[in-house]
């Protein structure tokens, strides 16, 4: 008689306790596989590949559209300073953590014009497999990028690309659509 209620309140006490984790359980558990996006054309630029660009004078994002010439006049760049071209990882995007505390550090520099590279439909858990994929066109569309600084005055010297996890990845593959080398590359993997 005495172990019964001792049971019940048991169990009681562990579904009180589970009850705030299991949205973050079930949220884990996600396996819907028809959120993944394979591309499988090799054109840039692509819409889900989004550029934004942050400068010490105006700290907040503006998208960037590098068929237009004088996109980088209109957001603020400012081709005297330093660039530093940040790409995120796998289901990450460009505006959440750890990505904005590097994009922060680097406005409060003050020296520093900061293109933040947002792939985020392409690399959605659970779909690793299509995210690793999606890389060699992310790589090409910021090669671009790159490509377009250097074309409106930038100093390949004065560019850095900084990437996490597939973004470190990225930015060593970007290399091979440029007809030089990268100047610097800071990659970190977890």
Known sequence: MFHTPIRVITWVLVLFIVQDNLAT???AMDVRYWRCVLKKTNSCPDPDIKYFLYTPENPHRKQLDIRNPNALRYAGWDPGKRNVII???FNETEHKTPMSFITRAY???GDYNVFTVDWE????????LSALSNTRLVAQCSAKL???LTEHGALAKKITCVGHSLGAHICGMMSNHLSFKLYRIIGTLS
């Open 107 to 109: 406005i409060e520099r």
């Open 121 to 128: 439909d392409l690399t959605k858990f659970p779909c690793y």
């Open 25 to 27: 359980v079930w949220n």
């Open 87 to 89: 790409i995120h990882g």
């Open 146 to 148: 790159y490509s377009h």
